[in-house]
């Protein structure tokens, strides 16, 4: 027979925002969303990217108020290609294609 501990185990919250402390963190963690192709995974990130860099700064910058950005990158927002493209800039990003591979 086999017993089971009841200790409780406690988990902090995960934030992705913290982890991206670098550029090349970030870069690398856009390149996996947009390797997966999943339009809410890519909103998410650039929520996330957008947290760590600070919501607050950036809304200004995008001459939106914080929670219409919140809003606008949460998984199922709808940003403009225009307000995407500004945050990229402002980030000091660009997006690349590349064909598949077949």
């Given at each position: 027979m086999t017993t089971v501990a009841s200790e409780k185990v406690t988990f902090a919250k995960w934030d992705s925002a913290e982890a991206l402390t670098t550029k090349e963190r970030v870069i690398?963690?856009?390149?996996?969303?947009?390797?997966?192709?999943?339009?809410?995974?890519l909103l998410s990130a650039l929520g996330d990217i957008a947290r760590s860099k600070g919501m607050t700064q950036l809304a200004r910058e995008l001459n939106i108020d914080r929670k219409g950005l919140?809003?606008?990158?949460a998984p199922d927002?709808?940003?403009?290609?225009?307000?995407?493209?500004?945050?990229l800039d402002l980030l000091g990003m660009r997006i690349r294609l590349e064909q598949k591979s077949a």
């Open positions: 690398a963690y856009l390149e996996v969303a947009l390797e997966e192709n999943d339009p809410e995974f919140y809003k606008s990158l927002g709808n940003p403009s290609f225009k307000t995407v493209f500004k945050l």
